[in-house]
């Protein structure tokens, strides 16, 4: 069956980073862009960042520009969300989740999504 599990989430101080990982299985990664939510206490999912099926291309939230960075291992069936720079306001958890879109291209809707892991915590405390 069809499995995201992400892995790497923590305890961080203010400034600090983190590397998270979504392992896929049950279907064909490479076929399908890739992308990072998060979900805060009281608050909707939103979408983080993202990236295409081919060619890598990514879309980010303006939140998370130029601090988090995605990227994917297709041989390995793992998409990655470097995080850095990480604020307080970043406490979440993180789920990644997979969808069909055209090749080149990703969605941070949440709506768009097939499949969704189960999430990681992410806690960014002194």
């Known amino acids: 069956q069809v499995q995201l599990v992400e892995s790497g989430g923590g305890l961080v101080q203010p400034g600090g980073s983190l590397r998270l990982s979504c392992a896929a299985s049950?279907?064909?990664?490479?076929?399908?862009?890739v992308g990072w939510f998060r979900q805060a206490p009281g608050k909707e999912r939103e979408g983080v960042a993202c990236?295409?099926?081919?060619?890598?291309?990514?879309n980010y939230a303006d939140s998370t520009k130029g601090r988090f960075t995605i990227s994917r291992d297709n041989a390995k069936n793992t998409v990655y969300l470097q995080m850095n720079s990480l604020k307080p306001e970043d406490t979440a958890v993180y789920y990644c989740?997979?969808?069909?879109?055209?090749?080149?291209?990703?969605?941070?809707?949440?709506?768009?999504?097939?499949?969704w892991g189960q999430g990681t915590q992410v806690t960014v405390s002194s």
């Open positions: 989740a997979a969808h069909t879109y055209p090749r080149t291209t990703c969605s941070l809707s949440r709506s768009a999504q097939n499949f």
């Open positions: 049950g279907f064909t990664f490479d076929k399908y862009a």
């Open positions: 990236i295409s099926e081919l060619d890598g291309n990514t």
